[in-house]
């Protein structure tokens, strides 16, 4: 399987960036991120798109043009890394933690009933590892409850799901463009709408209330400074107008990478559902060996970069800011413990994938030989050492 080639992005950055460079300092910001902006709107298909200084801005600012603040509850799936949670808290909202159902990844709508209260305001959906849950599910939910709908789509730049593209199902997609996501400028966010007033105040809300939305004055109110800077949104812009080629080139090592490992013991690759066009943003597998985390981390010491071995990715109402509840969320915790999502970027080379597979397997026969956890890992870690260790 050969891996598609695409442009390279440093012949538009340099033909566009001395310019940027040129006009600075500007106050005004110049017009690159107004620029990107337009063509994000476009390339969505969206009505409003706004850019700020990260994927944590952009939840933040949609938060707040959604009429989240303090004493409101928001559901959240406990399947979902600390920056999805820490604007709610930012802005005075307390996190309603949701579990996940393991057969599809997607949110445990039962769950989410049994925790809507007179208070609870909206609910965030997370497109982790680039998979989208079923948005008709989701805006049905929402219209029963009257909840906003915020979709955290950080990875999934390139997903559709039943016709529809992640981030543009709800009141606002909120996406991230640090280093690693398929859609990058270093670092960077932007948000997406169909509805004018959030925009608006999402906008106003980036620059300390400036400008302000029409019939208020600017910075009447407390907001904060999440601006994208014009460098970075000339970054952001150069990917942009190549990002159907990053999205292609994501999925086709994703298929590579899953293909080398298709008959490995103890391993499954975890297939998106058939009305739904997944972004490849990693390679996800089910893991089904003995102490599964155990062999994640085994992993990312020997190279293999993965979401719980090198991050360690675990659902956020077990976070020790987080322990509200002493009802966990099991469903997420055991799709946490037993997936092996590879964390990939556009610079893996065909070379690079086969020496993650050829680890992957190698170390997968090892531990299914054994049945257990090598003699060197930790002494707290689930199972029985092998009697003979492993020629790692």
């Given at each position: 399987m050969t891996l598609p080639c695409i442009a390279d992005g440093a012949q538009l950055l340099t033909e566009h960036f001395?310019?940027?460079?040129?006009?600075?300092?500007?106050?005004?910001?110049?017009?690159?991120?107004?620029?990107?902006?337009?063509?994000?709107?476009?390339?969505?298909?969206?009505?409003?798109?706004?850019a700020v200084s990260s994927g944590t801005a952009a939840l933040h600012a949609a938060l707040s043009a959604c009429g989240i603040g303090p004493g409101d509850h928001v559901l959240v799936p406990a399947l979902t890394v600390v920056m999805t949670v820490a604007p709610l808290v930012a802005i005075g909202a307390t996190p309603v933690f949701v579990d996940s159902d393991p057969a599809t990844l997607d949110l445990d709508y039962d769950d989410a009933a049994r925790k809507v209260t007179a208070r609870t305001r909206a609910i965030i959906s997370v497109h982790l590892w680039g998979r989208m849950g079923d948005p008709g599910a989701l805006t049905a939910f929402a219209a029963e409850y009257g909840l906003a709908v915020i979709e955290d789509a950080a990875q999934a730049a390139g997903t559709e799901r039943d016709g529809q593209r992640a981030g543009a199902v709800g009141d606002a997609g909120c996406f991230s463009m640090k280093d690693g996501k398929i859609l990058w400028s270093g670092e960077g966010g932007f948000l997406l709408t169909a509805r004018r007033d959030v925009a608006e105040h999402a906008a106003a809300f980036r620059s300390h209330w400036q400008p302000a939305p029409p019939g208020q004055t600017a910075q009447s109110r407390l907001a904060t400074n999440a601006r994208l800077a014009a460098p970075l949104a000339m970054i952001a812009l150069a990917n942009l107008r190549r990002l159907p080629a990053l999205v292609g080139l994501r999925r086709a090592q994703?298929?590579?990478?899953?293909?080398?490992?298709?008959?490995?013991?103890?391993?499954?690759?975890?297939?998106?559902?058939?009305?739904?066009?997944?972004n490849g943003f990693a390679a996800l597998l089910h893991i089904d060996l003995p102490n599964p985390r155990g062999f994640a981390d085994h992993l990312a010491q020997h190279g293999v970069p993965n979401s719980t071995g090198s991050f360690g990715l675990v659902p956020c109402d077990r976070r020790p800011m987080f322990t509200f509840s002493d009802r966990p969320c099991r469903g997420a915790a055991e799709i946490l413990d037993r997936t092996l999502a590879v964390i990939l970027t556009e610079r893996d080379t065909e070379a690079a994938l086969d020496h993650y597979a050829t680890i992957i397997a190698r170390e997968a026969a090892a531990w299914t030989a054994c049945g257990a956890i090598p003699r060197s890992a930790p002494a707290n870690q689930l199972g029985t050492p092998c009697r003979r260790r492993p020629n790692f």
């Open positions: 001395a310019a940027v460079v040129g006009q600075m300092p500007d106050p005004s910001g110049g017009p690159a991120a107004g620029q990107l902006e337009h063509e994000l709107a476009e390339a969505f298909g969206v009505s409003h798109a706004i994703t298929r590579h990478l899953l293909h080398a490992l298709k008959r490995v013991p103890g391993l499954a690759a975890v297939a998106p559902t058939t009305r739904e066009e997944w």
